[in-house]
């Protein structure tokens, strides 16, 4: 079956430091990937996606490649703000038995201080 | 805003109740699902819908009872539930396509006592 691992939270960091969340993959088939941000309260946004290989996805500063070779698709920002706190989920999305079936990681907390 | 509205936001019930839980969407998505998140444990796909047919349904205990009378509503029937049935109930939707992005609800916040 499909699965999504994500690095363990809370990642911890100051403001305008380097962002890296690793997330790596196994799927049966040629998957979309996909990062998606939870802020507290609400439901999961899509941050951004990438549908083939060497593909990069890129919104609000953050980047990720889909890199089939490593089945990786990590999430990286150069700079991040107190406002990017939140959880970040890595997710895939497969065709399978007539649906496309969502496979999410477990969430990597982000916390920035000023 | 995303499109995708969940009601209530807060549903606090006994074991022997019975309550729903409703989600709209009107982005003409044709695919929608029901999440569940717990505090510490991954994102759990309970039900997923396409074209108002259930096509996935990840062994959910029959105290959870979906209901897709039409492609824009999803509704979820809970009764006799267990506190660990707690969580935060998340709706969203897609549409069909190599992308399968998906667009989430706010989420309904359960508690059971």
């Known amino acids: 079956g499909n699965s999504v691992t994500q690095m363990e939270g809370p990642v911890t960091l100051s403001e305008e430091a380097f962002l890296t969340i690793n997330c790596t993959y196994t799927a049966t088939g040629y998957p979309s990937l996909f990062w998606y941000v939870q802020y507290p309260g609400e439901g999961l946004q899509l941050l951004l996606k990438?549908?083939?290989?060497?593909d990069k996805g890129s919104n609000k500063g953050f980047e990720a490649t889909y890199r089939k070779e490593t089945t990786s698709f990590h999430l990286e920002k150069g700079s991040v703000q107190v406002s990017d706190s939140a959880v970040y989920f890595c997710a895939l999305s497969d065709y399978a038995g007539g649906s496309y079936i969502p496979t999410f990681g477990r969430g990597t907390s982000l916390i920035v201080h000023p | 805003e995303t499109g995708v509205t969940q009601t209530p936001r807060h549903l606090v019930m006994g074991m022997t109740n019975k309550k729903s839980l409703k989600c709209e969407q009107h982005?003409?998505?044709?695919?929608m699902y029901w999440y569940k998140q717990s505090a510490k444990k991954p994102l759990e796909l309970m039900f997923v819908y396409n074209f108002k047919e259930q096509t996935e349904n990840n062994s959910v205990p029959s105290r959870f009872s979906p209901e897709c009378p039409n492609s824009s509503h999803l509704f979820l029937h809970l009764h006799t539930l267990q506190p660990e049935d707690s969580a935060l109930y998340l709706c969203a939707s897609s549409q069909e396509s190599p992308e399968g992005k998906l667009f989430f609800g706010s989420g309904t916040q359960l508690s059971v006592l």
């Open positions: 982005l003409g998505h044709n695919a």
């Open positions: 990438a549908t083939k290989a060497d």
